[in-house]
């Protein structure tokens, strides 16, 4: 009996040192962050910004993969499936773990079940743009487009985020749009530039570079009061549409069964550079506000998020085309 509990216990031992160990060690090789959009795309930029970060903290390459589709449906599907072992991570965001679901027929994934939950790296608005030789300088200036001639407006639609602007618009009084869906930000841009599209809805980060060269001119931003991150910038709600608000967020999520220690030590490293000025101004700079907070916290967040709007994609029918 006793050689037998001298084995129990080394093997207790083993078991419970593991994820200690595992945490020690990690990172031990580059580890690839998949960012489900086109490069240059709001989530990339942070994603980007960050895994240089972590890469001079942690000590191994934190290199980012873009792998676009299907509102986000490809990387994330792909990121579900990898191995939990802490080397391939996904910066998910509000259509990847919230919107996807109720709207596609298929995601490939479950976003409450397939992931391990990291951090809220950061929140932000939508906005609405035009082309600086627009006729539009305000929504009631789209509106009467809109309504002297039916889809004379079309609208570039980048994202999941995008569509829900758009569709909320259609449902509260701008009707008679057109959206046009595209793969990502930069396509999406280069027609709105072109004039291939006379609207465009995309995230502050990767729209702000274009509105303060004077490339592209902000109509309102999404939040319900204005942002810090486009001064002066009125909100949809302020132009004839009360409680308008929808915001989008980018949280770091692993695969799940990902070694809890492993989550920890990514948490904490994040917490570090989210608590430093310089960072927290850069993330404003490129469009975020800076999140935080624990795994359970992300979690319990897109859990609200799913309740508050399930019921509102239904209603409004929204479906992938």
């Known amino acids: 009996m006793k050689p037998l509990r001298m084995i129990a216990a080394l093997a207790a031992s083993v078991l419970f040192t593991q994820p200690a160990s595992a945490a020690d060690s990690y990172p031990s090789k580059p580890v690839r962050i998949i960012v489900p959009y086109q490069a240059g795309?709001?989530?990339?930029?942070?994603?980007?910004?960050?895994?240089?970060?972590?890469?001079?903290s942690m000590g191994q390459p934190f290199i980012v993969e873009n792998r676009p589709g299907a509102?986000?449906?490809?990387?994330?599907?792909?990121?579900?499936?990898?191995?939990?072992?802490?080397?391939?991570l996904l910066m998910g965001t509000n259509g990847t773990h919230v919107l996807n679901q109720y709207i596609y027929a298929s995601t490939n994934f479950d976003p409450a079940k397939d992931f391990a939950p990291i951090m809220l790296v950061s929140s932000f608005p939508m906005v609405l743009l035009t082309a600086p030789g627009s006729p539009y300088n305000s929504l009631s200036d789209l509106q009467d487009a809109a309504k002297s001639k039916a889809d004379s407006v079309?609208?570039?639609?980048?994202?999941?985020?995008?569509?829900?602007?758009?569709?909320?618009?259609?449902q509260q009084g701008v009707a008679s749009i057109r959206g046009i869906p595209y793969k990502g930000s930069a396509t999406a841009t280069t027609d709105l530039m072109g004039g291939q599209v006379q609207l465009g809805?995309?995230?502050?980060?990767?729209?702000?570079?274009?509105?303060?060269?004077?490339?592209?001119?902000?109509?309102?931003?999404t939040s319900l009061k204005e942002s810090a991150l486009l001064p002066g910038v009125k909100p949809v709600s302020a132009q004839g549409l009360p409680d308008f608000q929808v915001i989008a967020w980018?949280?770091?999520?692993?695969?799940?069964?990902?070694?809890?220690?492993?989550?920890?030590?990514?948490?904490?490293?994040?917490?570090?550079?989210?608590?430093?000025p310089e960072v927290r101004q850069r993330l404003l700079e490129l469009g975020h506000e800076p999140g935080g907070g624990t795994p359970a916290e992300l979690e319990a967040f897109a859990r609200s998020e799913r309740l508050k709007w399930q019921p509102l994609i239904i209603q409004a029918g929204l479906k992938a085309e």
């Not at 709001?42 to 970060?53: F, N, P, Q, S």
């Not at 809805?201 to 931003?221: M, P, Y």
């Open 250 to 276: 980018n949280g770091l999520y692993a695969p799940k069964g990902t070694p809890p220690a492993v989550v920890q030590k990514l948490n904490a490293e994040l917490a570090k550079a989210l608590a430093q």
């Open 41 to 56: 795309q709001g989530t990339d930029v942070a994603a980007r910004y960050l895994g240089e970060y972590l890469a001079r």
């Open 154 to 170: 079309n609208v570039g639609m980048p994202s999941t985020t995008a569509r829900l602007v758009f569709e909320l618009l259609k």
């Open 201 to 221: 809805i995309d995230t502050v980060s990767a729209a702000r570079s274009f509105i303060t060269s004077g490339k592209l001119r902000a109509l309102a931003v």
């Open 71 to 88: 509102g986000g449906n490809i990387g994330a599907s792909e990121a579900a499936r990898a191995a939990p072992d802490g080397y391939t």
